[in-house]
């Protein structure tokens, strides 16, 4: 007599879906990583301190009545308009100068939320050095008003306006640069000359002197540390910025998405 085994019954197993990390949380994590090196720990440091230097240099050497809170505001966010995009392009180009771009993307496999959320984390960081830069300026005026200078609170708030559309677009257009060449010194290089550069040619070369007054973002910038803006000063705006920002950043992703990490 023969018996015949029969084997268990197999059952298919059932692969759980794998949540993704929210944009929130990513954006969080890109936060972090703005300190996490030694790098952009001190280039935060040395931008809060130039800040905090020309605040205490007006106290010595500007005129009382030119010792206001408007005046202490607006010099304070040069240093950080020209040195917080520099973070933005070491945010994104360090996971490949570093090579952890292998990780992060295994991680998170769709690019672009990695992408966005490293944008996301530059937009904070250009609204909190506003912040940064109110805050110094309220302290500047305290000190002025106890020291015999002006010390009017007086502003017009228009100008947090045009401070917080100059910080991030300032912010963006490094992170396109950064996106655009994924090379730290060439990114840097890139950001600093390239639009330098075309505002002295535009300067020096008549037929260029029209179209910079639309492409030079050191002219199309300038209206904004102002409380009013016309509209054909806002349509330079956005033009400059369609080429120095938008183009890097678009051309910059495709490059990004489609790159082959190794």
């Known amino acids: 007599m023969t018996t015949t085994a029969t084997p268990p019954a197999v059952t298919p197993h059932r692969h759980t879906d794998v949540r993704l990390p929210s944009l929130l949380r990513l954006t969080g994590v890109e936060l972090r990583k703005l300190v996490d090196t030694r790098a ?46 520099v973070l933005g392009i070491l945010s994104i180009t360090s996971e490949w100068s570093q090579r952890t771009a292998l990780t992060t993307f ?9 992408v966005a ?29 106890a020291t015999g200078g002006a010390g009017s609170w007086r502003m017009e ?9 100059l910080q991030t677009a300032n912010v963006l257009m490094g992170a396109g640069f950064g996106l655009l060449l994924l090379n730290t010194p060439l990114a840097i290089v890139g950001y600093l ?17 029209g ?10 910038m300038e209206p904004l540390l102002t409380p009013d803006v016309t509209a054909e000063q806002w349509g ?22 489609r790159r082959e990490v190794s």
């Open 193 to 209: 000359l390239l639009p330098t550069l075309w505002s002295i040619l535009g300067e020096m070369i008549r037929p260029l002197q």
């Open 117 to 145: 959320a490293k944008l996301a984390a530059m937009v904070l960081a250009a609204l909190a050095s506003v912040l940064v830069s109110l805050v110094l300026a309220a302290l500047g005026t305290l000190v002025a008003g």
């Open 157 to 165: 708030w228009a100008l947090l306006l045009h401070a917080v559309v």
């Open 40 to 85: 952009g720990l001190w280039l935060l440091i040395t931008i809060g301190l130039l800040a905090a230097a020309l605040v205490v240099v007006q106290l010595i050497w500007t005129p009382d009545a030119e010792q206001t809170f408007a005046n202490f505001f607006l010099p304070s966010m040069l240093p950080i308009g020209l040195l917080l995009p």
């Open 236 to 257: 330079r705006f956005g033009v400059s910025l369609l080429v120095w920002l938008a183009v890097p950043l678009v051309a910059g992703l495709v490059r990004t998405l």
């Open 211 to 220: 179209p910079a007054g639309w492409l030079d973002t050191g002219r199309t």
């Open 106 to 114: 295994a991680l998170v496999p769709r690019r672009g939320r990695v």
